[in-house]
């Protein structure tokens, strides 16, 4: 079911625009290369809003935020909503500081996003009010023992936001506020390589920009194909190579990725 | 003919003070010490002016462009003039955004450019007043088809400006106006590594730097090169290799590149 | 001697906030990763603050310095003092521009610093008031044959600061002022990669926040693994591998290393 989706992103190359953070702008757009998408980065508020008017898709992340680049966030976002574009938000770090959590709480009021996508303590700040996200590259979130409570977290922000919300950890969830993808697919070693989570942000802004009328299946499909590769690249690692190596592996098994392996890889069932 | 080029751009190591984007920062620097040059990046209107007045040659890219940038360009670009350094132009995205178009333009009338290094939207915008560059990393440009158009339009920018042009591209144009290089090297998969042209923009600096009394044969020297080396990762590339690979052999193949290997792989006449 | 310290820093895994530059800013997080800690970057004041609240150390490193950073440094550097985090600073290029020199003196004034690590120039710029900066990728710098005299300068400025200095170059000195480790770990190939200077610090940061006690034999345990891994990863080298290839080996060697590995490859003497 999946297959069809990276298809149409192969074949329709869209143009996504990213508002990151630059400590991993440049893997978010060698990933955006590597799945068969166009990256564009901008994020001056005299310069974004018509950068997001050539895009296929706009995904706002919020590692590294700045003041200034909040007014380029919403600005971009009326232009996708004025075009129909899928909005993609990923809210690094958010719980750790006042910045973050007023910046995506306002985002979320003033933009329609279409998908959110992080980590427990991400979703649960988003959905409760608080919660605690020491770090941005947290691995310890979701895991088999606490899918229960987690799937009904995510469905509740669904609902409330109308967004379609991907939980992603050890185990990943992705869910419209009623049908619950629940992925299998992914590889610990993920955690080791800085932000393999705006890559995947990423990765979703481009199926859902080659996809918009698939947004729920689409999210789902992005999500399996980063966990698809992340086990590709690991069964790849000979007995010198670390992280550094893992993370150019990773690149090349998106680049590499088919269709039919994606298919055949991807491991999940609704709940 | 380009070999001296690169042995002299090896022995001086010329330091560069590249104001660039922060997407491929990171690659600009690496591929400048892979040349043998010296990277220094500064962007604040506070802090680069002095940066420059120690450097050999300096790059303004306007990928990511941010408006408190600017002045520092400019006033970079005046100690670059007083102090007789060859500046590079790499006008990322302009005909994409006002900012971009107008940056470039004032760039234009206000520092003396030796070279400007851009695709085929972004010369035309530059010379014609209009144009489109929906991406940045665009690889539909110039072709062997409409070689004859691009190299007036190359001409006609070169002319205007007093500029070395070098317009990129599945072929690539290199000219002061008067003499034109048509260049045959590289290889499709350049793009789908993110800021290969950003590269590409350094190290026309770095070539310029070291040799500031041959800007033309510097520039196509340098694109040829940039180019070979496209071609020597290329086939470099194992059966799981893709755009992650890819990235690192390009910056390998510039490090090992010598100036024997360049001249004998450079493919190129003279219009 | 220093296995206990990587091992200490493989179980507490600390987060270590970062404000550092946008060229090698992806570096520094992956080499976080690979020797066990967290890493998190945000330098907005109104973010980073409270970012610098749930860390157990925190790098100020002044390459690519902007203007409105420097409150955030400052205020980051106050709540680490009230938490009684550890502080170190790289003084990127400081020598090379008023900004950078006055903002290091301003850190150095106002927080408590401690760890510097710098390259002879910086730290000659911090001791004396002048030097000379050119390039932040320099290689020239403490040879063995200036080694006392780099000796006397890095004793001078770790007594008047109050911090353990780290001078590095082809070799390396770590002194608190009266204690002075010489090691002779590296290879001149890490002068090839951008920003081998801005993981060290990072490395230094994530070993001084996993041993707070032991901060002198925390920052050389830091340089000697740093160096050992330079040397692990040039034997790595293929005929065909340069500075990209190098680039990754160095962080695959950082996160396969262990404190055996560590213990018997050190090599420095007590002077």
């Known amino acids: 079911m999946f297959a069809p989706l990276l298809q149409n992103l192969r074949d329709r190359q869209p143009l996504v625009h990213a508002i990151t953070n630059y400590v991993t702008a440049n893997d978010c757009a060698n990933l955006l290369l590597a799945c068969g998408a166009s990256p564009v980065m901008a994020d001056d508020p005299d310069d974004a809003p018509q950068i997001t008017a050539h895009a296929g898709g706009l995904v706002l992340?919020?590692?590294?935020?700045?003041?200034?680049?909040?007014?380029?966030?919403?600005?971009?976002?009326?232009?996708?909503?004025?075009?129909?574009?899928?909005?993609?938000?990923?809210?690094?770090?958010?719980?750790?500081?006042?910045?973050?959590?007023?910046?995506?709480?306002?985002?979320?009021?003033?933009?329609?996003?279409?998908?959110?996508?992080?980590?427990?303590?991400?979703?649960?700040?988003?959905?409760?009010?608080?919660?605690?996200?020491?770090?941005?590259?947290?691995?310890?979130?979701?895991?088999?023992?606490?899918?229960?409570?987690?799937?009904?977290?995510?469905?509740?922000?669904?609902?409330?936001?109308?967004?379609?919300?991907?939980?992603?950890?050890?185990?990943d969830l992705v869910t419209d506020g009623d049908t619950l993808y629940c992925l299998h697919n992914g590889h610990p070693m993920m955690g080791s390589v800085t932000g393999t989570g705006c890559q995947l942000s990423c990765l979703v802004g481009a199926f859902a920009a080659a996809n918009p009328d698939s947004l729920l299946s689409a999210t789902a499909a992005a999500v399996s194909a980063m966990g698809l590769c992340g086990e590709i690249a690991h069964r790849r690692l000979g007995p010198e190579d670390g992280n550094g190596s893992y993370r150019t592996y990773l690149l090349d098994a998106v680049y590499r990725l088919t269709p039919d392996q994606l298919e055949k890889g991807a491991r999940y069932e609704l709940r």
């Open 61 to 171: 992340n919020l590692g590294t935020l700045h003041r200034g680049t909040i007014p380029a966030m919403l600005a971009c976002g009326r232009i996708a909503a004025q075009r129909g574009l899928p909005v993609v938000l990923d809210p690094v770090g958010v719980g750790a500081s006042t910045l973050r959590t007023d910046t995506a709480l306002q985002l979320l009021r003033e933009v329609p996003i279409a998908v959110i996508r992080g980590n427990l303590s991400e979703v649960e700040t988003l959905t409760r009010g608080h919660g605690g996200a020491p770090g941005v590259d947290s691995t310890q979130s979701i895991t088999p023992d606490n899918l229960e409570g987690c799937g009904a977290l995510a469905r509740e922000l669904a609902r409330r936001t109308g967004a379609v919300v991907a939980l992603t950890g050890a185990v």
